[in-house]
């Protein structure tokens, strides 16, 4: 299986109401990309000095799985949404087995 971790930092002009609307859009998108196996998204809770603002852990079957939920039109409507707002975005791609 392969792991998709991305951590954002947005704009102050990303209203709490604009953000919402974005988060509900991520969680709807495995009901949409089939190849997304599960999705988790979350607004960070300590608000640390190195922290981001939010996450999403995204699980798919392998690296085409990914491709496919990176081109397909849902997503491509989120990040639509995020390009304009995002401060800064770290992703990282990794292979855990399927027991983890």
């Known amino acids: 299986m392969i792991r998709h971790v991305a951590v954002f930092r947005f704009v102050s002009a990303f209203t709490a ?5 974005w988060m509900s859009l991520l969680r709807a998108l495995p009901a949409q990309i089939p190849e997304l196996r599960s999705m988790s998204v979350g607004e960070d809770v300590l608000a640390g000095p190195a922290s981001h603002e939010l996450a999403i852990v995204a699980d798919f079957d392998d690296l085409d799985g990914l491709a496919a939920y990176t081109r397909h039109p849902a997503h491509e409507e989120v990040l639509r949404i995020s390009a304009p707002v995002k401060a800064s975005l770290a992703t990282v791609d990794f292979e855990i087995s399927d027991a983890t």
């Open 17 to 21: 109401e604009e953000r919402r609307h």
